[in-house]
């Protein structure tokens, strides 16, 4: 075996000289699937991050642990932040802001392709009004990052310090630095030896495994679960892991064919539903009592049960599936779920 770049109290001490916030309920549990397991007959482990503790939990809990410890060393007094409308990390955001005492403002982009399921304030959105952000929308094909800009121009104008989170940033890197030392502990207590660790990914959640597991020398394959039709993301995970590793000194270099990375279950699009995400939402709530989301983990964990049919995944696999979190937006589907589930309202 080769040896690691840094022991696991080295990278724990390179993360603490970081600044950084307590928001989340850390480590998260990691529970086996004893039931989906031996249906599928593959064993899987579920990383818990829907339980981060934070307005419902979710990944992005330690993604704002970092960014929102750099805009509170910045002396910043402001958060701006935007994404989609039913946007898991636009929530966390707000419910941070509210418990650090910073204004939030949201930059929330409308898709008339999803809200045809659910236009009113419901889910993630409705969240964002009960934590007291200021909330506005633009249309689909606004540029968000000078959307959000412009926002920030205005509370400037009125003598606030805006900081403004920009898409990715490093903070998730380091925060799934984090997800992934508590990882190596929990399968060290239970004995066992991961072969995959399975998630949905759009960039920067990724880039704090990959970082990781080479830093570690770790012989776990990790696979990004694609939301979107993206273009470009091994470049970006790449690039991103390059500049972490750079921040906390670590002799690391990534290219993007070291990026594992598949779009292949997105389906129609963003948002949109697949019948494979709604077959996956299904098995994990009945045989596990977990609820997946639409958006994001269904999409990851039908990755799981393809490769597992197919036999890309075997008994002598041990995988370890992240629930990023999302359960929120479920709410925001209704319609989509009540026709998929074949029930009827009245």
Same mark, same amino acid.
């Given at each position: 075996?080769?040896?690691?770049?840094?022991?696991?109290?080295?990278?724990?001490?390179?993360?603490?000289?970081?600044?950084?916030?307590?928001?989340?309920?850390?480590?998260?549990?990691?529970?086996?699937?004893q039931r989906i397991s031996k249906f599928?007959?593959?064993?899987?482990?579920?990383?818990?991050?829907?339980?981060?503790?934070?307005?419902?939990?979710?990944?992005?809990?330690?993604?704002?642990?970092?960014?929102l410890g750099q805009a509170i060393h910045?002396?910043?007094?402001?958060?701006?932040?935007?994404?989609?409308?039913?946007?898991?990390?636009?929530?966390?955001?707000?419910?941070?802001?509210?418990?650090?005492?910073?204004?939030?403002?949201?930059?929330?982009?409308?898709?008339?392709?999803?809200?045809?399921?659910?236009?009113?304030?419901?889910?993630?959105?409705?969240?964002?009004?009960? =934590?007291?952000? %200021?909330?506005?929308?633009? &249309?689909?094909?606004?540029?968000?990052? @000078? #959307?959000? *800009?412009?926002?920030?121009?205005?509370?400037?104008?009125?003598?606030?310090?805006?900081?403004?989170?920009?898409?990715?940033?490093?903070?998730?890197?380091?925060?799934?630095?984090?997800?992934?030392?508590?990882?190596?502990?929990?399968?060290?207590?239970?004995?066992?030896?991961?072969?995959?660790?399975?998630?949905?990914?759009?960039?920067?959640?990724?880039?704090?495994?990959?970082?990781?597991?080479?830093?570690?020398?770790?012989?776990?394959?990790?696979?990004?679960?694609?939301?979107?039709?993206?273009?470009?993301?091994?470049?970006?995970?790449?690039?991103?892991?390059?500049?972490?590793?750079?921040?906390?000194?670590?002799?690391?270099?990534?290219?993007?064919?070291?990026?594992? =990375?598949?779009? %292949?279950?997105?389906?129609? &699009?963003?948002?949109?539903?697949?019948? @494979? #995400?709604? *077959?996956?939402?299904?098995?994990?709530?009945?045989?596990?009592?977990?609820?997946?989301?639409?958006?994001y983990t269904a999409k990851a964990f039908?990755?799981?049960?393809?490769?597992?049919?197919?036999?890309?995944?075997?008994?002598?696999?041990?995988?370890?599936?992240?629930?990023?979190?999302?359960?929120?937006?479920?709410?925001?589907?209704?319609?989509?779920?009540?026709?998929?589930?074949?029930?009827?309202?009245?």
């Amino acid at each position: 075996m080769v040896s690691s770049v840094v022991t696991e109290t080295e990278l724990w001490e390179r993360l603490g000289k970081l600044p950084r916030v307590q928001l989340g309920n850390f480590p998260t549990p990691l529970e086996p699937l004893q039931r989906i397991s031996k249906f599928l007959g593959v064993q899987i482990f579920i990383k818990r991050d829907d339980l981060t503790g934070l307005a419902f939990g979710g990944n992005k809990t330690r993604h704002l642990e970092f960014g929102l410890g750099q805009a509170i060393h910045d002396g910043c007094d402001v958060v701006v932040n935007g994404a989609a409308v039913q946007s898991n990390y636009c929530r966390q955001t707000a419910a941070a802001c509210a418990k650090l005492g910073l204004k939030c403002a949201l930059v929330l982009r409308r898709n008339p392709e999803i809200e045809r399921l659910k236009i009113e304030p419901q889910g993630n959105l409705l969240l964002d009004y009960l =934590f007291g952000a %200021d909330v506005r929308f633009i &249309g689909p094909d606004e540029d968000l990052e @000078e #959307a959000k *800009e412009r926002v920030a121009e205005e509370y400037r104008a009125k003598g606030h310090k805006p900081f403004v989170i920009r898409h990715p940033d490093l903070s998730g890197g380091f925060g799934y630095l984090i997800c992934l030392l508590e990882l190596v502990e929990q399968c060290r207590q239970f004995g066992i030896k991961p072969t995959h660790i399975v998630h949905s990914s759009s960039t920067p959640t990724q880039v704090g495994f990959v970082v990781g597991i080479k830093a570690l020398r770790l012989d776990w394959q990790v696979l990004g679960v694609s939301p979107s039709h993206s273009h470009r993301v091994q470049e970006r995970i790449a690039e991103l892991s390059n500049l972490v590793a750079e921040r906390l000194g670590l002799p690391l270099q990534f290219s993007p064919d070291e990026i594992n =990375f598949t779009t %292949d279950f997105v389906g129609e &699009g963003y948002g949109v539903p697949t019948p @494979e #995400a709604i *077959e996956a939402m299904k098995l994990m709530a009945q045989m596990e009592g977990i609820v997946l989301d639409p958006v994001y983990t269904a999409k990851a964990f039908a990755a799981i049960v393809a490769m597992a049919r197919d036999g890309r995944l075997t008994s002598e696999h041990t995988v370890i599936f992240v629930h990023t979190g999302g359960t929120p937006a479920l709410f925001a589907y209704q319609p989509a779920l009540v026709q998929a589930l074949g029930l009827t309202s009245g």
